[in-house]
C-alpha cells in the first residue's frame, strides 16, 4: 500500500504578508488588486474568510463584505523564493514530489531517503521543518492515494494533520459534502443537488451507469473517489502544457494603439516566463474580454517552436487587428502559448498561470 502525503500551505499569500508585517496578524488582509480596481482576490487570511471573501472574488466585492479589510499587493517573486525553501524540506525526504502550485504538492514516501516506515511522523516532521525555516504553518493529508491524501489536508485546517486509512476512509467521505469533494466544481455540485446529491453517503448511492449517463467520463471519477479508488501516481517529471499571463485594465480600452502597447507588455512578460522556465511553444492564443464580459479566444501556429519577444508580438499583433472589434471597448487581454517543448528538462517546473 502506497504512503502518500498532500501538503498544502495556510492562506499561502497572506500568511506571508502577515510574516513580514505583524501588524497585519488577527486582521483581515486580502492579497490581490486593491478595492477601487477590477482586480481579484488572490487569496485572504483566514480572518476575511469568515466574511465570505474567497479567492477568486473580485476585490471590489470583497471590500463591499469585508470592508475593514487590508488589501495588499501580490509580491510574488517573495512567494517564489518561500516555496523554493518548502520544496527543499519536500525533497530531503523523497524524490517522488509532485508540486501543484507553489503553496501545495503530493509527496509519495513509500520509500524514502530517511527509511522512516511511518508517513504520519513523516508529515509531522515536515511540517516542524516548514514553519522552523518560514514561521508559516501547513497542513497535511496522509492516505494510501493522492484522491484521500489531498481531502485530508483540507479537513483541519490551518495546521492540520489528518489521516486517511483504509479502516476510516468510508466514514469520512460519507459524510463528507459533496462540494468538499476535490475534483467536484461549484457547476457540478449544484447539480448534483438538484440530483438529491448532498453528501459522499447520497453519492455512494448512485450507479456507476447513471454517474456516466449523466456525467460522462467524469461519472467514473466520482464512482471511485467516494469509494477511495484512486491509482493516480505522483508524477514527479512533467511537462507543462501551456503558458499565459493576461491584463485586465483599469479602464475599458477603444484604442487600437494603447491596446497594442499592452499587448507589447504581455509579450514581454510572456518570453521573460518561458526564457526563465527553458520552455519554447509553437501555438499562440491571444484572449480578448469586451466590457459586456464577453470573452473570445483566437489562435495561431507559429512557423516555428520559439520563445522571442520578437516572434511572439509579430504574431500576437497581427492576431488582435485582424480579430479586435473595432465598435467595441476591451476590458481584458491575455497572450499565451500551448504545444510547448522544453528545452532542458533537468530540473521541475512549476508555472504561475
Not at 492562506?11 to 482586480?39: H, M, Q, T, W
Not at 469568515?50 to 469585508?66: E, F, L, T
Not at 476535490?182 to 446529491?197: C, F, L, P, Y
Request: proline share 3%; net charge neutral; glycine share 6%.
Amino acid at each position: 500500500m502506497k504512503k502518500i502525503i498532500h501538503v498544502d500551505m495556510d492562506a499561502y499569500f497572506a500568511a506571508i504578508e502577515c510574516r513580514e508585517d505583524p501588524s497585519l496578524k488577527g486582521k483581515c488582509v486580502i492579497v490581490g488588486g486593491p478595492p477601487n480596481s477590477r482586480g481579484v482576490v488572490s487569496t485572504c487570511s483566514y480572518e476575511a474568510r469568515k466574511y465570505g471573501v474567497h479567492s477568486g472574488m473580485s476585490s471590489h466585492q470583497a471590500w463591499r463584505i469585508c470592508p475593514q479589510a487590508v488589501f495588499v499587493h501580490s509580491n510574488f517573486h517573495l512567494y517564489k523564493e518561500v516555496s523554493r525553501q518548502v520544496r527543499d524540506i519536500f525533497y530531503s525526504w523523497t524524490d517522488k514530489v509532485q508540486p501543484m502550485s507553489l503553496d501545495e504538492a503530493y509527496l509519495d514516501v513509500s520509500e524514502n531517503k530517511m527509511d522512516e516506515p511511518d508517513a504520519v511522523k513523516i508529515a509531522q516532521a515536515i511540517k516542524d521543518e516548514v514553519y522552523r525555516t518560514t514561521q508559516l504553518s501547513c497542513s497535511a493529508g496522509v492516505s494510501y492515494n493522492k484522491f484521500l491524501a489531498k481531502i485530508g489536508s483540507d479537513l483541519n485546517k490551518p495546521d492540520g494533520l489528518t489521516v486517511i486509512t483504509k479502516e476510516n476512509a468510508r466514514e469520512i467521505l460519507f459524510a463528507l459534502p459533496i462540494g468538499k469533494f476535490h475534483g467536484i466544481g461549484k457547476v457540478t455540485s449544484a447539480r448534483m443537488k438538484k440530483m438529491g446529491i448532498h453528501n459522499g453517503a447520497d453519492l455512494y448511492q448512485r450507479s456507476l451507469e447513471e454517474l456516466m449517463r449523466i456525467f460522462g467520463k467524469a461519472g467514473f471519477f466520482y464512482y471511485n473517489a467516494v469509494r477511495g479508488i484512486d491509482q493516480r501516481e505522483v508524477v514527479s517529471v512533467w511537462e507543462p502544457k501551456s503558458i499565459s499571463c493576461e491584463n485586465t485594465f483599469e479602464e475599458d480600452i477603444a484604442d487600437l494603439n494603447i491596446l497594442l502597447d499592452q499587448l507589447k507588455k504581455l509579450a514581454e512578460r510572456l518570453s521573460s516566463r518561458m526564457n526563465l522556465n527553458d520552455l519554447r511553444g509553437q501555438s499562440l492564443v491571444l484572449k480578448l474580454k469586451y466590457e459586456n464580459f464577453e470573452l473570445i479566444t483566437r489562435s495561431l501556429i507559429l512557423p516555428e517552436s520559439t520563445n522571442k519577444y520578437q516572434v511572439l508580438y509579430e504574431y500576437a499583433e497581427q492576431l488582435l487587428i485582424a480579430n479586435w472589434d473595432v465598435s467595441r471597448k476591451v476590458r481584458l487581454l491575455g497572450l499565451g502559448v500551448t504545444k510547448l517543448d522544453c528545452e532542458s528538462d533537468s530540473e521541475q517546473i512549476t508555472l504561475d498561470l
